[in-house]
């Protein structure tokens, strides 16, 4: 059976969609149509996008695009070129005991005002595009003295023993339940750092990425990358890296499922002084056509039939400068930037082995 599944080879792929019925209460199922054979012929592959269009292929490969077969090395993989790794935020394994909504963090710091240094802004994907606030108990580091006596805070830690209790996790039951003023992952970075929330809708042509202080703690629901090099959030925020995204992340429904492997596996560059320089530029024009929409949230800016004028202005600048670096033309479709890309990872691949 092994060898006849080699022989297999896709035909026909439509690549996801989502399938609707007539149905009053109907489900949103998302779909992919692909057709295999064993059979030989001069049959050009078919490969359908998700808008319908139609493209001859040389070869369909498991990521559905016209390339080879190959697919991209495990997440657990470093980063080339001496790139900070990305990994998740912080998991507080908590029930609620350690975190914190508005009105929560307002009234406890009302009471007791020498609580202000442990309560701090705690951002995941929902929040960071949302513009949501939500806080925790940062008790990493601070004198049992400030807080062991108050009652709340007793009664929250007295939550997370419960919780840690009950854990199928060995660790989080027998040796983290001792700990239930800290977070049972704490991987907050000591400097400030780029945040790529874990989902984000497929509606969006980028994924809302933003630089965060090292004193917002990121949920284990944000990747962050320790680093606030402007080039490095260039290349994230763009068409490019989005095009690949696209491609090789996984999906919740529909919605971009961001990973580790999605940054590692990207065919970084090894970019000129000059041209981190531009990168940079144009990065922080990004950032500067945010500040001019402060009461608007992340999701408000990056809604494709409201994204303001000049936001879309620098991304289209951030977005040639990047091709540009990567010695690809701005007439290029996404299928073909996604191919190129293909061919440049597997170079390097090839290369390293």
Known sequence: MANLFLKFRIIFAYRSFVWDNAAQNKAHVHCVIV????????????????????????????????????????????????????HKGSQPTDGGGLTLKSKEAEDLLGKYPQLKPCIKLYIGSNELIKGKKRYCLWLKGVSPAIYRKLPEIKDRLNIVIDKRKKSPTDSVRLEDVKTPYIF????????????????????????????????????????????????LFSVLSSSTHMAWMRVVAGRMKSDYSYSPAVYTNFPWMDFTTEQKEKLSETAQAILDARQLYLDSSLADLYDPEAMPVE????????????????????????????EQLFEIYESRNKKTE
């Open 184 to 231: 049972t992952q704490i991987r907050q970075p000591d400097t400030d750092y780029i945040a790529v929330p874990e989902v984000s809708s497929e509606g969006r042509e980028y994924i809302p990425i933003a630089i965060l202080s090292k004193d917002i703690i990121a949920s284990n629901k944000l990747y962050l990358i320790p680093s606030t090099e402007k080039w």
């Open 311 to 338: 936001l879309r202005k620098a991304h289209n600048a951030n977005d040639k400068v990047v091709l540009k670096a990567y010695g690809l033309k701005s007439s290029l479709s996404e299928r073909e930037i996604v």
């Open 35 to 86: 057709s295999f054979t064993l059979l030989t012929s001069d049959f050009r592959p078919v490969i359908y996008d998700e808008n319908g269009d139609r493209h001859l292929a040389k070869h369909i490969n498991g990521y559905l695009i016209d390339y080879p077969d190959f697919y991209i090395k495990s997440r657990k993989r470093k980063p080339p070129l001496g790139l900070p790794e990305m």
